[in-house]
């Protein structure tokens, strides 16, 4: 069994997303075909994480047996003797071309670490994450309910049936091994195959289309340095020069967004922070909002986020919880020695620049970018921070945004036409910020 | 001289707004002809404000002599006096039909009120507002500037010229009685007859549409009772069955919106606050986004404001500060018995429902749209808030929110082009609300 | 059986507090004989807890005989019939000088309403509370202990055993009534009846000394005025001049305190709060500390409140969390239309005027103590308030102050040395308040 | 002209602090006889404001002929060759015992340096603080009133006249240097010669005694580690063990305190710091309060303030503020990752211990105090901080605190009774913080 490049996979699948209906808000995916290439991302450090990854990995594989399995080269190397079949890797440059699905397995940062493969990219393929006991803000799905999860998204798109997915095959797929081999592969290898009814789009995935921030880095003379902003500390990044599989190295081909014209964009799905790091001084940064200075800010640091980003280090910061759906930015200071920096909420096309001051003496300033230092800033560099535009291309793809799938109710769920177009953001809410926990009682409820 | 009808006056005329530029957020005014019934409204209680706007009167009068200017009646009985040219009044049922433009002299509170008189109306006229002294938030024009502001606001949608708005002509009116006098009436009467080189569109009022929230009253049956938030309390609506000029009453026809059907909707500029009022105890409500019960507030009150809202009672309630172009709206708690009631941004076609808790005990609560009591609200009753659609029509014209003059700069203010599309809000933050107010310098610039 | 008046009554019995430890900040109970004359509290409204009430006040009269139960008239006419043996009531006035003890049985606000019986004193007598179901921040007691916490009370400062407080014979009394028919009442009609070890001081009652702030208020002419915020709005406040007893009226004296000299000064427990009350325009106050202006407070309201307050309105209001202990008073202002109004805590002893700024025009605020509407006042008047000086007399006697009888812990709670000192403000933050309650894990635990 | 050695100076003079009278907080100066021994601190990187050290120390030098002016050595090598005269210089180690008064030009961050040279002992000698040019919040001093700033210093405790701190005499000295060269040095030389109405103390210098935090470290074994939060990173303290006069070697003694025993607490005056530092990812502490577990802080960071620390960094993490004398300690979070987490006010005697918690998995966090990088923790290691205890000892002088002297009002400055006990805080909450600031008006009075 070897591990295989991933350049030598078929090119990524992009699927559509449509509108479900006149005033909802979440989308509905769409595949052309049924997705082939998924990039599969466990929580680091966890090892009983990996081995959900390898269960999942597993019934892909068995029950679907045209989907190829992507792993990062440092989960690679640790899975593929597990794997009785081939997995695939390779350098995080070779990804937005190929992949047409991302499955995460853990917490927030786990989806912020797979966006983060994709942060130079305007298109982003799906997240379809999987919450792994500690339960994030973000995670979507039960890693118990994997079999349905992974039925829907796939389906999505297709014509065919997908009437069982609450029924006794899908049921017995999550739990009874006899039924699962009854399923044979073939089944599942085209959305042709599939059995049952057809149920049309209505049962197709629902698409969150979280919001980003283009974040670009300018020295003292206006020239973009994003390139000191490639990564560099977390452990998948080590590997990135480093295959596993030396004839894979043979057509590794440089990626071309980062040879020719300007550096790329990087994009944070939560928030840009300047801060001061480990100086125990105050920082200094000038605020400008579309060329007009706002502000100059004195504080531990700034964060502009995204909505999403909201429930983040903003909302410890003591900004606003604003809904993923609202166009906007926020721009929310840490800890500023003023009485009156209260948090603003700026329409998503905002341009913001964050300009080291002169009055920072000669300090450097930390960037990071969804909690991953990416750079030091010094005297007279700016950061420019803006939406990341989302829009529907003639085509009938999107580009911009990150497109979470959210949870779809399982049978039984379904009360009323009001959790069709649930986000689970109420859910989230109240269960795991205890918004507006109630004082003086037991708890009860959640 | 006398006080005419407001029903006799030619019908209101709807203006377009046109998007300046791809990006831009701010619109552009465009009459299909010039304007002609002016609603001027001087803050209340303010004698010097009263000698302003007649100032105001007489220079439209006899500048601009189509036009016709109406007062509500409680002014009209101060001002006929002292106008040598008849003025307009009637009840306000009267205004939505007839008025073309309102102008506003003094701080928010007068915007406020203007905007309540077409509180049950989609389509409100623009709001041309004067700050006087005071400065308000909202209030785009200082006084002193109101030729130049008039003479924008008229010529917006001609092709006819406007380059001396910068100009002699304009700074003479302003200033030199002698050259208002060579102003010969005519000039003024249609665009036709304006002078000067043709600027086109670009030199048309810049608008920016104000979101609002539409507000309705149910019991515990379901019943809509908006009718019992008529405004009965504050002065002119005292008048609102006591014409001034008797013949008015023969044509007074009841409003149709008010006979037939369904309670018309409410409209908030600023919010719909419900509180515990005069009483002792706290309020406990029910909150309720699109048929998900979000959360029970138990507080001196809740807000739910627009985002031009954010700077008023939400600021002052430990909200963010809000774009006025940011589609939300935010749910403000006012002192809530709970350390985790963070004040939430939602998009602004969420449905919010506020419904009284039985735990009240059988006390009425209080509810206030834009700083005025409307009703007290007993236990079952709901407050259904909304934020209204503002789209535009096939003709072209818009429906929803209230469309703002911003104003304009004025010769020597355009320093680059940023300035073009500045809607003042930074203006207004820095300098009226103190925004990141530095420590321990003299105050300057300011 | 009937209704006898309290002032009919021994004189009351003021007991001595002693510092259990030189670094300890409780206060250990010392009464100079066994207490005789207790008021008994049930909240306002809950039959249930009127039970209670009756069941409490049968234990003390079988077991204690030496006690006089007192209860408001409100109260007394409902329960005398069911219990059989006399009991004692009067107008509130008389309280005070014949009132050794003051049991409450509910939440918060009946611990509030006793102690506003004894607004006007320097000297309050002990309380104990027991909470009812909903807990309450200040009561310490739950009643099923009633009988141990009774107990502790009654033999605080006897030099007579009460090694059995958490033995076989008070759990028997609490639960079998085998026991306590044993437990013959003159075993209790003075301590030197009581069996037992001698376990001196040591096991006497916890007091905490919760601070109180004076309040003045005047009129534009410097005059006090406080006989308009005589209570006037509450149940039992209307019986105030109706005696239930007729023959009880005869020996009605009037109270000293109120017939000569100054007006006595209102004791506030929570806090004081000025409010626009109904009004819809915001309260502008002048406030001043120790004859320094400070500042113009343009807001809903101010509050002045108590250590014990800032876990009442103050922190629904923003303000910080104040041990009971740090002796201090709280300003924090209710939705003050500034970015800038952080809230104060300055030494008890600050004196702090808020005056009625002219630009209130004419309206009138809200004066309230504690949650009770006091009175309305108007431009020019101004309340004035200050920390009450709590000190111990040369007899050993303190004054000022209300003494909180702290629930002990029972036999098996006690741990290690921490808890004796323990003051159950920890457990109240995290029980009822939520503290820093966290993120995204099942409640568990409290 | 040398530099000398300050253990060659007489041993320090310990002043006695009275109460001024029975309410007032501010203490009374009282030296047993005039000082001697004066450090002189001027701001880091400000040559200009070393101009004004050399000024005052002339001044000092010409009139009070029996001062010696010690610097840290790193000025010391500066300043000794304008200055015509010896001056003194040693490792800070030696100025506990030798320095009786520390002037300060600057701001706060010169005032925390100062405070933290004594930051080992109880017995901090007086600080008098000149602010230059940047104001600071416990500066109390402009430097142009250094001449009389001085003298009213100088002579409390004096019987002797300081009838003219007013008048001609400190005018003239301030502006002409012909009045100056009247004032022969033998005139100050002791307070027997000073001239003069004998005016007693009640002009003695007012005294704020700031409390200070007591902080120790411990590793997992409960070991205290002081030692590894000895100062390292500031630049004067590179200089400690490198004297400039090579002599003064001879007769150092280590200091005592070090050598034997425990190691000494540190003291802060503003507050101690936990902090993530450099490391992404959110820090997670035990807060313990008395031996109690309090809660499970996961934050940036956690400080605990004094009084006067509650102005600084604490404020900017939205603690409130509390007046210097309200004996306290503060827990303010920083950007807690939950939304219940409000600041806490607790008795300045509470013992607060952070405990490092295993979920940290590794790292090291940041620990401060005032503003200073002093060590990183580990898990498992605790931090211990408690309220250091200000008293009166037998023989009438004080321990702990630090003793500022508060400006006095000059001649003309003193409307009534109010200012005598007036400590500024008032001044700096409006002047220098812009507490509460109002809304849309144009700044005036500051
Ligand atoms: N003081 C604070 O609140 C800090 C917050 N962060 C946040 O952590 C993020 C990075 O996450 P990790 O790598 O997991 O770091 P981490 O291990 O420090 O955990 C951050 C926490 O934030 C949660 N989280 C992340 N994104 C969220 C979102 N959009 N909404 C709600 N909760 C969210 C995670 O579930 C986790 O509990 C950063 O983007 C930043 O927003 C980072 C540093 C400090
Ligand atoms: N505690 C508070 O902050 C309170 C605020 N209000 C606000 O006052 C409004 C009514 O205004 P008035 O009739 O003039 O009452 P008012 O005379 O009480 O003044 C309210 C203040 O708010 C300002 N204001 C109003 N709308 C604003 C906006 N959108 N942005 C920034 N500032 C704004 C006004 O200029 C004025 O200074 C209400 O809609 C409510 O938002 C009303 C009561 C209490
Ligand atoms: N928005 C708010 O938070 C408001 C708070 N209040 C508070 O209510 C108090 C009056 O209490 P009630 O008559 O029971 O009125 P209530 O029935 O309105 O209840 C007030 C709530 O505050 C709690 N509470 C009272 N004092 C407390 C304290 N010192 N610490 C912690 N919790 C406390 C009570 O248990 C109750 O849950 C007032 O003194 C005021 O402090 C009153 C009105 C509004
Ligand atoms: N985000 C923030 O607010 C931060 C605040 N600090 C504070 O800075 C202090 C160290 O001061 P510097 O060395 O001058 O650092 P710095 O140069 O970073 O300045 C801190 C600022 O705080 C002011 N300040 C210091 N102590 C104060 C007090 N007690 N009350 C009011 N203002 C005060 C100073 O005047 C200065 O403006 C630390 O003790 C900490 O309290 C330190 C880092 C971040």
Same mark, same amino acid.
């Not at 390898?54 to 003797?81: C, M, Q, T, W």
């Not at 670009?216 to 390139?227: H, L, S, W």
């Not at 399982?410 to 910020?433: Q, S």
């Given at each position: 069994?070897?591990?295989?490049?991933?350049?030598?996979?078929?090119?990524?699948?992009?699927?559509?997303?449509?509108?479900?209906?006149?005033?909802?808000?979440?989308?509905?995916?769409? @595949?052309?075909?049924?997705?082939?290439?998924?990039?599969?991302?466990?929580?680091?450090?966890?090892?009983?994480?990996?081995?959900?990854?390898?269960?999942?990995?597993?019934?892909?594989?068995?029950?679907?047996?045209?989907?190829?399995?992507?792993?990062?080269?440092?989960?690679?190397?640790?899975?593929?003797?597990?794997?009785?079949?081939?997995?695939?890797?390779?350098?995080?440059?070779?990804?937005?071309?190929?992949?047409?699905?991302?499955?995460?397995?853990?917490?927030?940062?786990?989806?912020?670490?797979?966006?983060?493969?994709?942060?130079?990219?305007?298109?982003?393929?799906?997240?379809?994450?999987?919450?792994?006991?500690?339960?994030?803000?973000?995670?979507? @799905?039960?890693?118990?309910?994997?079999?349905?999860?992974?039925?829907?998204?796939?389906?999505?798109?297709?014509?065919?049936?997908?009437?069982?997915?609450?029924?006794?095959?899908?049921?017995?797929?999550?739990?009874?091994?006899?039924?699962?081999?009854?399923?044979?592969?073939?089944?599942?290898?085209? @959305?042709?195959?599939?059995?049952?009814?057809?149920?049309?789009?209505?049962?197709?995935?629902?698409?969150?289309?979280?919001?980003?921030?283009?974040?670009?880095?300018?020295?003292?003379?206006?020239?973009?340095?994003?390139?000191?902003?490639?990564?560099?500390?977390?452990?998948?990044?080590?590997?990135?020069?480093?295959?596993?599989?030396?004839?894979?190295?043979?057509?590794?081909?440089?990626?071309?967004?980062?040879?020719?014209?300007?550096?790329?964009?990087?994009?944070?799905?939560?928030?840009? !922070?300047? $801060?001061?790091?480990?100086?125990?001084? !105050?920082?200094?940064?000038?605020?400008?909002?579309?060329? $007009?200075?706002?502000?100059?800010?004195?504080?531990?640091?700034?964060?502009?986020?995204?909505?999403?980003?909201?429930?983040?280090?903003?909302?410890?910061?003591?900004?606003?919880?604003? $809904?993923?759906?609202?166009?906007?930015?926020?721009?929310?200071?840490?800890?500023?020695?003023?009485?009156?920096?209260?948090?603003?909420?700026?329409?998503?096309?905002?341009?913001?620049?964050?300009?080291?001051? &002169?009055?920072?003496?000669?300090?450097?300033?930390?960037?990071?970018?969804?909690?991953?230092?990416?750079?030091?800033?010094?005297?007279?560099?700016?950061?420019?921070?803006?939406?990341?535009?989302?829009?529907?291309?003639?085509?009938?793809?999107?580009?911009?945004?990150?497109?979470?799938?959210?949870?779809?109710?399982?049978?039984? &769920?379904?009360?009323?036409?009001?959790?069709?177009?649930?986000?689970? @953001?109420?859910?989230?809410?109240?269960?795991?910020?205890?918004?507006?926990?109630?004082?003086?009682?037991?708890?009860?409820?959640?």
């Amino acid at each position: 069994r070897e591990v295989l490049n991933v350049a030598s996979l078929p090119p990524r699948l992009v699927p559509k997303y449509l509108h479900k209906s006149a005033k909802g808000c979440l989308l509905s995916l769409q @595949w052309p075909q049924p997705p082939r290439n998924v990039l599969i991302i466990p929580k680091l450090h966890a090892p009983k994480v990996v081995d959900s990854a390898v269960a999942f990995a597993k019934h892909l594989h068995n029950d679907y047996p045209g989907v190829n399995l992507i792993f990062e080269s440092r989960i690679a190397s640790h899975v593929h003797e597990t794997l009785p079949f081939p997995i695939y890797t390779s350098d995080p440059t070779y990804f937005p071309d190929h992949i047409d699905l991302v499955a995460t397995l853990g917490g927030d940062g786990t989806i912020l670490r797979a966006a983060s493969l994709f942060s130079t990219q305007e298109s982003v393929p799906p997240v379809l994450s999987f919450s792994m006991g500690t339960l994030g803000f973000l995670g979507e @799905w039960k890693f118990e309910e994997y079999k349905r999860a992974w039925r829907e998204v796939y389906m999505s798109g297709s014509t065919v049936a997908v009437q069982d997915l609450q029924g006794p095959h899908t049921q017995a797929a999550t739990g009874a091994r006899a039924e699962s081999e009854q399923s044979t592969p073939e089944v599942f290898a085209g @959305w042709e195959n599939a059995r049952g009814k057809n149920m049309g789009a209505t049962r197709a995935s629902k698409i969150l289309l979280r919001h980003r921030l283009k974040v670009g880095m300018y020295d003292a003379d206006g020239v973009n340095i994003n390139e000191q902003m490639m990564p560099t500390a977390t452990a998948e990044q080590n590997n990135f020069h480093h295959h596993l599989h030396p004839a894979s190295e043979d057509c590794a081909i440089p990626h071309p967004k980062t040879v020719m014209g300007a550096p790329p964009a990087f994009h944070a799905i939560n928030e840009l !922070l300047i $801060h001061r790091g480990p100086h125990p001084h !105050l920082a200094i940064i000038d605020i400008y909002l579309n060329n $007009h200075w706002l502000t100059e800010a004195v504080a531990d640091g700034i964060l502009i986020s995204t909505p999403t980003g909201s429930t983040a280090y903003s909302l410890s910061s003591g900004g606003s919880i604003i $809904h993923p759906l609202v166009k906007s930015l926020l721009i929310t200071p840490i800890c500023p020695r003023s009485l009156s920096f209260r948090p603003l909420v700026l329409p998503l096309t905002t341009k913001v620049v964050l300009k080291l001051s &002169e009055r920072n003496r000669g300090r450097e300033l930390e960037v990071s970018i969804d909690g991953k230092r990416r750079a030091g800033v010094g005297i007279g560099m700016e950061v420019r921070v803006e939406g990341e535009i989302v829009r529907k291309l003639d085509d009938g793809s999107w580009t911009g945004g990150v497109p979470c799938v959210i949870r779809g109710p399982g049978k039984g &769920e379904i009360h009323d036409g009001a959790l069709e177009d649930d986000d689970g @953001w109420v859910v989230g809410l109240n269960g795991l910020l205890k918004f507006n926990y109630p004082f003086g009682e037991p708890p009860s409820g959640f």
